[in-house]
C-alpha cells in the first residue's frame, strides 16, 4: 500500500519559515515524482512544486517561485517543501502526492493532478499575525 504522510505545518507569522516533510512508505520512491499542492477553504486546489525522480527537475508555480524550494532525500524515502516569506495567502491544507509517468510535474504549475494517483492526507498551514 503506498502511504504518504505530510507533517511540519503550523501557525507562523507573515514572513516566517517553515519547512513541510512529505514521508513516503509501500512504494519504490526514487522511481516517483513528488508533487506539492494546497487548497484552501472555499478556493481551487493548487500545484506549488514538483520534483523528478529521473533527474531530480524541479517545477514551481509563479507564486511561489524564489520563496518555495522543493528538494527529496531518497535515503529517507522523504521530500521536503521550505517555505520562506510566508504570506497569509499561503494560508491552506498542503498535500503531498506521488506518479511515475514522468510527465506529471510538467502539471503541477498549472494546477494539474491527474497523474498523482497517491496522496497524503495533508497538513494545515496557517499564516497570521
Known amino acids: 500500500e503506498v502511504q504518504l504522510v505530510e507533517s511540519g505545518g503550523g501557525l507562523v507569522q507573515p514572513g516566517g519559515s517553515l519547512r513541510l516533510s512529505c514521508a513516503a512508505s509501500?512504494?519504490?520512491?526514487?522511481?516517483?515524482?513528488i508533487g506539492w499542492f494546497r487548497q484552501a477553504p472555499g478556493k481551487e486546489r493548487e500545484g506549488l512544486s514538483c520534483?523528478?525522480?529521473?533527474?531530480?527537475?524541479?517545477y514551481y508555480a509563479d507564486s511561489v517561485k524564489g520563496r518555495f524550494t522543493i528538494s527529496r532525500d531518497n535515503a529517507k524515502n522523504t521530500v521536503y517543501l521550505q517555505m520562506n516569506s510566508l504570506r497569509p495567502e499561503d494560508t491552506a491544507v498542503y498535500y503531498c502526492a506521488a506518479e511515475d509517468s514522468g510527465y506529471g510535474c510538467y502539471t503541477v504549475p498549472m494546477a494539474g493532478a491527474s497523474f498523482f494517483g497517491s496522496w497524503g492526507q495533508g497538513t494545515q498551514v496557517t499564516v497570521s499575525s
Open positions: 509501500g512504494f519504490t520512491f526514487d522511481n516517483y515524482a
Open positions: 520534483i523528478r525522480s529521473s533527474d531530480g527537475a524541479t
